[in-house]
T-cell receptor, first 112, second 113 residues
């Protein structure tokens, strides 16, 4: 069966520090991969998605970037965090959005 | 403009009550899903509906896709505290990218014992 791992679960970082969040998927190949950010208890904002190695599409211009160095690995990064980067970050994978996504357990990022 | 409007935004009820939450759009969707999310966790897929008028049941939860595939509803019978969470609808817009879901902002449900 397919599983998705996302870490760390929580992170407190000072303003101006770098960020690296990692997401890996097991049990499938060539998945579509997504990074979302969720405001407190509310809807999801798509940040990046990838349909293959090295292929990244950005939905919202911001202080963040994404990379897909391996088929089942998706990384969210920042060179210098801003206070506004605080939030709940979710990684997800799918074969096609038609049948839904499988989400990771999320990372709560607090920038102080 | 929010493509998928969910209502109500918040709902607080007593255990044993019935409730319905709605997901509406002016656009046609080729598929629509419902997710439940608990605090500090990722959303979990409950159901996918793809045919206009389709009804699916998952224990005490009943999901319906509108005939025109522009709206959906989730009905919970005899709600329990374990039903507490954020309910999100999401869909693939007809003619849109099959890869990317559009999400509503969610309905936050609290069921008190």
């Amino acid at each position: 069966s397919q599983t998705i791992h996302q870490w760390p679960a929580t992170l407190v970082q000072p303003v101006g520090s770098p960020l690296s969040l990692e997401c890996t998927v097991e049990g499938t190949s060539n998945p579509n991969l997504y990074w979302y950010r969720q405001a407190a208890g509310r809807g999801l904002q798509l940040l990046f998605y990838s349909v293959g190695i090295g292929q990244i599409s950005s939905e919202v211009p911001q202080n963040l970037s994404a990379s897909r160095p391996q088929d089942r690995q998706f990384i969210l990064s920042s060179k210098k965090l801003l206070l506004s980067d605080s939030g709940f970050y979710l990684c997800a994978w799918s074969r096609t959005g038609y049948y839904g996504y499988t989400f990771g357990s999320g990372t709560r990022l607090t920038v102080v | 403009t929010q493509l998928l409007e969910q209502s109500p935004q918040f709902l607080s009820i007593q255990e044993g009550e019935n409730l319905t939450v709605y997901c509406n759009s002016s656009s046609v969707f080729s598929s629509l899903q419902w997710y439940r999310q608990e605090p500090g966790e990722g959303p979990v897929l409950l159901v996918t509906v793809v045919t206009g008028g389709e009804v699916k049941k998952l224990k005490r939860l009943t999901f319906q896709f509108g005939d025109a595939r522009k709206d959906s509803s989730l009905h919970i019978t005899a709600a329990q505290p374990g039903d507490t969470g954020l309910y999100l609808c999401a869909g693939v817009r007809y003619g849109g990218s099959q890869g990317n879901l559009i999400f509503g902002k969610g309905t936050k449900l609290s069921v008190k014992p």
